[in-house]
C-alpha cells in the first residue's frame, strides 16, 4: 500500500462518452465524497493512518473505449499510477486480461458474460424489458417489437423479459399474425451506437422493417440511440409517431431524448445506485474480503414518459387522425370547431368514439395536450410572455386559468418548484 500520499488510489475506467457513465462516475463521487472528509479528518488527527478503511481515495480518471494503441497506454498509465483498486467497463478481452494479470482488486461495471474474473455491478436487464412492456400494454398495445444489437448480453436480456412479460397475456405468438390477435417481431442492428452522421445503410433496413409490421405497434428500443434511429427511420418513410409506431427507449438520456422528433419515452435506470454499489464493493475488496456476496441486480427505476409513447394504441381512423391533428396543432389555439373542420367526421360520433376508445372527450384531449405543452415550455428558460404565444394563448391571464385550473399552480409556481426540485409527478 502506498504511504506517501496517505490515499488510497483508485483508477476508473469507464466510457465517459455516454450519458450512463458520466452518472455513474457522479454516483461514486457522490458516495465517497463523505468518507474523503472523515478520513482526510481521521489523518490529520492521527498524523498517519495504515489502514484502507481509514484513508480518502484519489482517482485517476480514463475515459473512452480504449483499442489497439490506445489500449497500450491505457496499460503504461495503469502501471505508472499504480492504483489499489479499479473500477472499469471492460469491452475488450486484452483489458480484461491485463487486470487478471495485474494483482489489482477490480471491480466490474455490467459484465457481458464474456468473462467472470471479477466481482460485477449489474442492472436487472430482465426487469428493464418487463417495464417495457408493462408500459405498453397498460396502453391496449397488441402488436409489439423489439430492436437493438443482439450481439450484447444485455439487449438480448431485455428482449426476453420484454416478450415473456407479453407472452404471460396468453395471447402472443411471433412471427406472422395470422389469426392471433397479438405479435411480436424483432430487429437486430449491427452497431452499438449509431455515429454521428446516420448510417443509412441501416437505416433503410429499419425502414423497411418498420413498413412491413402491423400498425399501431409498440416498439422497445434497448438504447436511446437505437430509440432515434427508429424515430429517424419513421420520419423519412413518413410513419406518425406515436400513433402508428410507439417508441420506448432505455437510460433517459436527456440530450438525447428530448432531441428526438418527437421526443423519446426511455426508462430511467438507477445509475447512481451502480455507483455507490462500486464503492461499497470497492471498500470490501480492499479489506481483503476473500468472500464477497455477488452484488444485487440494480432495478430499473421507472419510465419517463414523453410523446413518442404517450398514447393509448388507436386502430379507429377518424379517432387516430383527430389525435395527430390535435398533436401538430396545439400550439396554433385550435379548438373542437378547428378540429372538425379538418377532420371530416360527425362531431356526435367523434364525441363517442373518443369516449369509448380514450374514456374522455376530444375537449378534454385538447386540453391534455396543451397542459402537457406548457409543462415542457416551464421548463426552459423562455419568459412567461414567450409561453404564452408559443403555448397558443392570446394572453397571460388566460394560460394562468387554465393551467391553474388544471394543476393547482401558477404557472410561475409550478417552474419556481420545478427550479427548487420539488417533487412535480401527480400535478
Excluded at 367526421?345 to 378534454?364: A, C, H, T, W, Y
Excluded at 426552459?380 to 397571460?396: E, K, L, N, Q, Y
Excluded at 399552480?409 to 418548484?417: I, M, V
Aim: hydrophobic share 40%; aromatic share 8%; glycine share 6%.
Amino acid at each position: 500500500m502506498p504511504s506517501v500520499h496517505a490515499a488510497v488510489r483508485v483508477s476508473i475506467i469507464l466510457p465517459l462518452e455516454h450519458y450512463y457513465a458520466r452518472c455513474i462516475l457522479m454516483g461514486i463521487q457522490k458516495t465517497i465524497f463523505p468518507h474523503n472528509l472523515s478520513a482526510a479528518a481521521g489523518i490529520k488527527a492521527a498524523h498517519h493512518a495504515t489502514s484502507p478503511a481509514k484513508l480518502p481515495w484519489v482517482f485517476s480518471i480514463h475515459g473512452g473505449s480504449p483499442r489497439g494503441p490506445a489500449l497500450d497506454r491505457l496499460f503504461s498509465d495503469l502501471k505508472r499510477w499504480q492504483p489499489d483498486l479499479v473500477i472499469a467497463r471492460i469491452e475488450e478481452p486484452k483489458l480484461a486480461v491485463f487486470l487478471k494479470n495485474f494483482d489489482v482488486p477490480v471491480v466490474e461495471i455490467y459484465n457481458d458474460g464474456k468473462w467472470n474474473d471479477f466481482i460485477a455491478i449489474n442492472t436487472n436487464d430482465v426487469a428493464i424489458g418487463r417495464m417495457g412492456a408493462e408500459h405498453f400494454i397498460d396502453r391496449g398495445f397488441t402488436h409489439f417489437a423489439f430492436l437493438g444489437s443482439f450481439e450484447y448480453t444485455f439487449v438480448t436480456d431485455r428482449m426476453n423479459g420484454f416478450r415473456n412479460r407479453l407472452a404471460e397475456t396468453g395471447n402472443l405468438s411471433a412471427g406472422p399474425t395470422g389469426t392471433c390477435p397479438w405479435s411480436f417481431e424483432s430487429f437486430s442492428c449491427h452497431t452499438i451506437i449509431p455515429n454521428a452522421t446516420v448510417e443509412y445503410d441501416q437505416l433503410d433496413a429499419i425502414g423497411d422493417w418498420l413498413e412491413s409490421l402491423p400498425k399501431p405497434v409498440a416498439i422497445m428500443a434497448a438504447r436511446d440511440s437505437w430509440g432515434l434511429l427508429v424515430a429517424h427511420a419513421a420520419f423519412e418513410r413518413g410513419i406518425h409517431i406515436p400513433e402508428e409506431i410507439a417508441i420506448l427507449a432505455v437510460d433517459n438520456d436527456p440530450a438525447l431524448c428530448e432531441y428526438g422528433n418527437p421526443p423519446l419515452s426511455s426508462i430511467n435506470q438507477d445509475f447512481s445506485r451502480v455507483g455507490s454499489e462500486a464503492v461499497r464493493v470497492g471498500h470490501l475488496l480492499l479489506g481483503k474480503k476473500r468472500s464477497i456476496r455477488k452484488p444485487a441486480l440494480i432495478e430499473p427505476v421507472d419510465v419517463q414518459v414523453r410523446i413518442s409513447s404517450d398514447i393509448l394504441a388507436v386502430s379507429d381512423p377518424g379517432v387516430a387522425a383527430a389525435i395527430r391533428y390535435i398533436r401538430d396543432n396545439i400550439r396554433n389555439g385550435i379548438n373542437v370547431k378547428t378540429l372538425l373542420r379538418a377532420v371530416p367526421v360527425n362531431r356526435r360520433k367523434l364525441e363517442r368514439d373518443f369516449r369509448r376508445i380514450l374514456g374522455r372527450s376530444p375537449q378534454d384531449e385538447i386540453h391534455r395536450f396543451r397542459l402537457q405543452l406548457i409543462k415542457r415550455l416551464l421548463t426552459t428558460d423562455m419568459t412567461m410572455r414567450s409561453i404564452d404565444v408559443a403555448a397558443g394563448f392570446s394572453s397571460a391571464q388566460y394560460l394562468a386559468t387554465f393551467f391553474r385550473s388544471a394543476t393547482g399552480y401558477t404557472p410561475r409556481a409550478f417552474r419556481k418548484r420545478l427550479k427548487s426540485g420539488l417533487d412535480i409527478n401527480g400535478i
